[in-house]
């Protein structure tokens, strides 16, 4: 009984004491798990205070951390020196590691950083502040930016169509000019009638030709009979002294005419079929040119209908669409649709500038008549040398030589008439004419358009006092070196392409249109992006709004004196705002590395937001003067006189009301948020951020980890049955291990901002 009692005893003492060890086991993992939470959690938060009161930042600081680490684990395992104390668990720090990962200088990382910082005010600021300021003209520009497009489009098509139509004429005029230098060769001037004429007189056309003709055939014909009756006095040596010297005489002074007449008919006629040929040649050139430019005429005609076909279906339309339908509190009410009507109306009107279809047939028919009436002309001409050349003999017939100069001379005169002469019958005039009435603004136009393109300089012209700005700051060059080498590091760490490819800044257009167009393309793309943060917040929005948030931008009110007098002198204040501390949010956005590249692009990018803006304004004042281009070209003088304006207020008050249609102010600062979102590019955009870090704090941060990852062996002295518990570990494949009597617990813990 004894024995079975002992028996019992040893088993029931066995697992008793099994499970006691399990359970302090249990214990020590949960104690062990607690201790390296707590040890990684002090370790990070030892952050750097400068980036997180700066910028909103976290990033392990400069701390030894495997230090801080260890001596966490160690206070914590501490017991005290009393003699009389009894730990159940009795804990020992074995070993312990720390990983620091994952630095602030990534992309992944310092974007979520700036997302978690931004995600709950950026939404709100940015709707109540700019979103709120552009929904009620969204409409408004979207027939504005519509309106523009199609025009601009149009105007080009339009002067290239009539240009081509202003050459066709002139190639059919000029290819008619060339008859008129014939036409004197024929006769002089136009008569139903011609006398004959006697010899001795020249012979310069035609006319005189057949004018003298019988008078040569009765000279030639008597100089054969004193010839021969000459050679018979000869021959019978009969010749009587006092008729001899008169007969010779005679004979001289026939021979002579007739000479003149032979020799003056072969050069006209030889002229006249000189020009016959350059004639030919010119018409055979220039007729079929005159048919090409109908041709390009017709077709810039056809792609002017398909331009305005399309006009309605532009696919830039639809982020003015979203902003329109955000409903957000505190918006302001939208313009008057009369405006967007008075807008959305004139593309109504864009049918004016298509010639009808008729016309441009009848233009091309009277080219074919033309090459019609030259060949014929052409024929007479070759008929008019054929009877004319008779002229060299004694047989021809006079009246037909002076028929056919009159009736050659009455077919040029036709001609000319009809192509080249001005007068009521030029068919050339009338087309011309015809084509003036569609043209019937074109003068008023011309002249707008001159005018918008001298202040289009004048606002050039204070952009290039601007640029001078740089001759003044040669001493901030170094730190702007400085910042790019930053920028290039930062490139280069993140796998990126380094390059040349930053974005340039807007420029000024010298085209008044180009400038336009320009203008209300960045409308399209703002509004675009509006519409997408609207649908669905993006990671660009949030450094955005982080960039605009933490950095400085440039004061814009130092550029008063320089905008409204460009010939006044530069301050030293001036030149103070022009280092990178005062233009970091420029950087961000434009990221030129130096003093006034920046400050330019800005300048410039403004003012092509107040030129759209303006314009969209300038279609509703100038929405009854009736011809669509008319309307833009004024459109275009208007809202590049008042965008002047706008920028001298701007740069002397640092805010300007966003339309004269809308008193809400828009500051300097709402502007750059806005081109923030126009000029997409977020890896470039976090490099800057990064290296202008990096240069105001002196803090690296791509040595910066934000992740750290630890781990602890800790080791317990085992109470019962060490063998056992090595044996349970084994086959529960465990990563905690027992050594002698001893059980060490690996735990580790992982911690991140």
Known sequence: MSIFLILILAIVFTFVALFIDYARIAAMKVQSERLVHSAVRSVMSAYEPELQQEYGLFAYGESNGDQIMSGVLNDSMDHGDRGDSFSILPLELDTSSLQMERMLGEYEIFNRQVGEEMKYK?????????????????QSMKEASNTVDVL???????DKREDALDEMLKKQKKSAQSVDDISNLIMDQA?????????????????????????????????????????????TDKSEDDNEDAEIALMDSYSSLISGYQQGSSSVLSSI??????????????????IDLWEEAYKLNEQMKQVIEESENRSQSEGYDTVTREDSPGST???????????????????????????????????????NHHQALDGQITSFSSTLSGAYGTTSSSSQMKSAVIETRVQIDDYLRKYFIPGSNNILEAELRKLEENRSSDKERKEIEKKAKGKLKDATNILNK???LSGKAGSYMEAYRTLQQYYDESMIFNKQSVGDSSYQGAQLDNDPYDASTSAMDNMDGLFGSMGSMLTGLQDEFYQNEYASLYFHHFDITQLGDIVSNPDSSIGDDLVEQLSIHKQELEYILYGFHNPVGNISAAYSEIFGVRLAIRTMEGLVKSSKLGNPLLILAAALLYGIEMAIVDMIQLCQKGSIELSAYLKVEMTYRDYLRVFLFIHSNNDRKM????????FNTGINPAERATYSSGEVRIGMKLWFLPGIMRMFSSATNSEDEVEGNRYYAIKQADYSY
């Open 152 to 158: 601009k489009k149009l105007q080009k098509l339009y």
């Open 333 to 371: 009410e939208e313009l008057s649709n009369e405006d967007s009507e008075a807008i959305r109306k004139i593309r109504g009107q864009t049918d004016k500038l298509l010639l009808p279809e008729a016309l441009l047939q009848d233009l091309k028919k009277e080219i074919d008549v033309q090459i």
């Open 466 to 468: 601007i640029n001078e």
């Open 191 to 235: 008569s139903t009638h011609i006398s004959n004429e006697s010899l001795g007189g020249g012979i310069h056309s035609g006319k005189d030709i057949a004018a003298q003709y019988d008078d040569y055939v009765l000279k030639a014909n008597e100089l054969e009979r004193l010839i021969t009756q000459r050679q018979g006095k000869i021959s």
């Open 122 to 138: 950026a939404p709100i600021d940015f709707t109540l502040e700019i979103v709120n300021k552009f929904k009620p003209i969204s």
């Open 687 to 694: 490099s800057r951020m990064l290296s202008l870090i990096r």
């Open 273 to 290: 079929s000189n020009i016959q040929n350059a004639l030919r040649a010119d018409h055979l050139k220039m007729l079929p040119e005159a």
